[in-house]
């Protein structure tokens, strides 16, 4: 039995791999599954949106930012990239289109964010 369920659990995360990939390159995926990684200094968390239509943003779970418009929070994006170079493996830029990145994992880069300094803007609420 321990045999079928390792077999089937290793399946399974082959199906959930493969679901993560991009199909084609460029192709967007839905606003409700993107996730972003925070582009807010020394925050390692991720950015998803949140809501419907009429009441909708993109959230950090870790710091608690948020974007109520997307061009800000693709404007903060490459203003991180530019302070921090390694953080470009969070994101593609596709056309000229920034786009979160469709890698599951970053080794080693989470330390350097936690390296980073402390942001120090003002509110959690970013534009």
Same mark, same amino acid.
């Given at each position: 039995?321990?045999?079928?369920?390792?077999?089937?659990?290793?399946?399974?995360?082959?199906?959930?791999?493969?679901?993560? !990939?991009?199909?084609?390159?460029?192709?967007?995926?839905?606003?409700?599954?993107?996730?972003?990684?925070?582009?807010?200094?020394?925050?390692?968390?991720?950015?998803?949106?949140?809501?419907?239509?009429?009441?909708?943003?993109?959230?950090?779970?870790?710091?608690?930012? *948020?974007?109520?418009?997307?061009?800000?929070?693709?404007?903060?994006?490459?203003?991180? *990239?530019?302070?921090?170079?390694?953080?470009?493996?969070?994101?593609?830029?596709?056309?000229?289109?920034?786009?979160?990145?469709?890698?599951?994992?970053?080794?080693?880069?989470?330390?350097?964010?936690?390296?980073?300094?402390?942001? !120090?803007?003002?509110?959690?609420?970013?534009?």
């Amino acid at each position: 039995m321990a045999r079928k369920s390792g077999k089937k659990a290793a399946e399974k995360a082959e199906r959930k791999t493969a679901t993560r !990939t991009a199909p084609e390159a460029g192709t967007p995926e839905p606003l409700s599954q993107e996730r972003w990684k925070c582009p807010v200094s020394h925050c390692d968390g991720w950015v998803s949106h949140v809501g419907s239509d009429e009441i909708a943003f993109w959230g950090c779970g870790e710091c608690g930012s *948020v974007w109520l418009d997307k061009d800000n929070l693709v404007r903060e994006a490459r203003e991180i *990239v530019a302070r921090f170079p390694y953080r470009a493996a969070f994101h593609e830029d596709v056309g000229g289109r920034l786009r979160p990145s469709r890698m599951i994992g970053f080794p080693g880069n989470s330390e350097k964010v936690e390296g980073e300094p402390v942001d !120090t803007y003002p509110d959690f609420e970013r534009g």
